[in-house]
């Protein structure tokens, strides 16, 4: 216990001081092998048993404070950068740990984020792990990101299936497969990631990067993959800051923001062009049952969001659901919910007058595709049901739930509606007048 407690009192000094230090790994781009970026990775003081990120963060969890560290980190690695004076071009990689998702900027490194906020080319790394504890807290600093035209990274992509639903859910711009994480999974994993992987690059335009990349073969194996860039010893290792860079021939691309990523009142918003329906009760579950038991495939990780609306959880139904797949996120909406309705399942409480009462759905996303089946009650009744299984839709709509999901820990309530963006219409007298775009928020919550 005492080494526990020195260790607290050290990285809370370390934190007070921002004492850490940052090196970085060159990402190259395959086809040119010139460097187009630059991951950061943050130390501890040298010399001390919290050098290395791993037990840095570690003691910072003990002490309870990783969300100040990951900023303090993050500040670190935006200073270097601008303080270099490197090409504007050149793209900054940073990790971002999933419990500083909707922690505000310490108020002492204000200014350094926001000169990177103004002349830094970033992308943002998150992986499953932030899905799960904070999916508002993702979806939201996925939004802050794509406001400032930053970009979005999925790290850790190897490991097992779970990663694979967030590449939708964030909009990946590019996706990181660890060579080594992808050697030690399962092969029909492996097989089922690379897959995933090589299809969500081809659909969107999202640019694969290898990591660890130690030989020549693994250098030939990432371009048989069709990687357009690398990191690894291999290429370059992890080191102080280059004191010369040349301007990238190609940037690393971003790709182009969904139309469905627009914050809404309801997911009917986001199918308005969908067909609906009239639907006795009995036949929507059935429907949604047919869905469920299509979308169970071995070793399979999905995201699955239940609705239930004012209507309560009801175990009897719930019984009649698969059960094969252990969900990377698992959420019931509705009001008056147990606190968890089925092992596995969060709930996800809602106020009677909340406008997402009024919907009962069933949303899943998976390795193969996604689909959303959306039902609210007509006057007689019966309901009114669209089905989409347009994947764009469907991302769009757990977009859209995924911002109201509380993180980990807390009561529970949904989080409040977020900020419905006003288009304004066009005076009639000027039917080709173009509508504007919807205005965003910055970082720290500036009209941009």
């Known amino acids: 216990m005492e080494a526990t407690s020195t260790t607290t009192t050290d990285i809370g000094a370390v934190i007070d001081a921002r004492a850490v230090t940052v090196v970085f790994q060159p990402v190259v781009d395959l086809r040119t092998m010139q460097v187009a970026g630059l991951e950061a990775f943050v130390r501890g003081p040298e010399g001390t048993e919290i050098e290395r990120p791993r037990e840095l963060f570690a003691a910072a969890a003990a002490a309870g404070r990783v969300a100040e560290l990951d900023w303090v980190a993050r500040a670190a690695a935006f200073r270097a950068v601008l303080d270099a004076n490197l090409p504007p071009s050149l793209s900054v990689f940073v990790n971002t740990e999933p419990g500083s998702l909707s922690t505000e900027c310490p108020a002492d490194l204000?200014?350094?984020?926001?000169?990177?906020?103004?002349?830094?080319?970033?992308?943002?790394?998150?992986?499953?792990?932030?899905?799960?504890?904070?999916?508002?807290?993702?979806?939201?600093?996925?939004?802050?990101?794509?406001?400032?035209?930053?970009?979005?990274?999925?790290?850790?992509?190897?490991?097992?299936?779970?990663?694979?639903?967030?590449?939708?859910?964030?909009?990946?711009?590019?996706?990181?497969?660890?060579?080594?994480?992808?050697?030690?999974?399962?092969?029909t994993d492996a097989s089922a990631v690379l897959a995933a992987t090589l299809r969500h690059v081809e659909r969107t335009g999202a640019a694969l990067c290898?990591?660890?990349?130690?030989?020549?073969?693994?250098?030939r194996w990432a371009r048989a993959m069709g990687a357009a860039f690398g990191q690894g010893r291999h290429l370059a290792p992890p080191g102080p800051l280059p004191e010369a860079v040349t301007a990238p021939w190609s940037p690393i691309p971003l790709v182009a923001p969904s139309a469905e990523d627009a914050p809404v009142r309801s997911p009917f918003d986001l199918v308005c062009d969908g067909q609906p329906r009239r639907v006795e009760r009995r036949h929507f579950l059935e429907l949604a049952r047919m869905l469920a038991f299509g979308s169970i495939a071995p070793g399979a990780a999905p995201v699955v969001l239940v609705g239930v609306?004012?209507?309560?959880?009801?175990?009897?139904?719930?019984?009649?659901?698969?059960?094969?797949?252990?969900?990377?996120?698992?959420?019931?909406?509705?009001?008056?919910?147990?606190?968890?309705?089925?092992?596995?399942?969060?709930?996800?409480?809602?106020?009677?007058?909340?406008?997402?009462?009024?919907?009962?759905?069933?949303?899943?996303?998976?390795?193969?595709?996604?689909?959303?089946?959306?039902?609210?009650?007509?006057?007689?009744?019966?309901?009114?049901v669209v089905l989409t299984q347009d994947r764009e839709v469907a991302h769009g709509i757990a977009r859209h739930l995924a911002r109201r999901i509380p993180p980990l820990g807390g009561d529970g309530r949904a989080l409040p509606l977020p900020e419905v963006w006003e288009v304004a219409e066009p005076e009639p007298d000027l039917p080709e007048a173009p509508t504007p775009e919807p205005r965003r928020r910055g970082v720290f919550g500036r009209r941009r």
């Open 309 to 384: 609306g004012r209507s309560g959880f009801d175990p009897a139904v719930a019984a009649s659901f698969p059960d094969g797949a252990m969900p990377v996120l698992y959420v019931m909406f509705g009001t008056d919910l147990p606190a968890e309705p089925l092992p596995g399942l969060r709930a996800v409480c809602l106020d009677h007058d909340d406008p997402l009462a009024e919907t009962e759905f069933l949303v899943q996303i998976n390795e193969k595709g996604a689909s959303a089946l959306l039902a609210r009650s007509l006057p007689d009744g019966e309901l009114e």
């Open 210 to 219: 290898v990591e660890r990349i130690e030989t020549d073969a693994d250098l």
């Open 110 to 187: 204000h200014a350094e984020v926001a000169r990177a906020e103004a002349q830094l080319r970033v992308f943002v790394e998150v992986n499953d792990r932030a899905l799960v504890a904070d999916p508002a807290g993702l979806v939201a600093a996925v939004d802050r990101a794509r406001a400032m035209g930053w970009g979005v990274a999925v790290d850790d992509v190897g490991s097992s299936r779970a990663p694979i639903v967030v590449l939708p859910v964030v909009h990946a711009d590019v996706v990181k497969v660890d060579l080594g994480l992808l050697r030690e999974a399962p092969q």
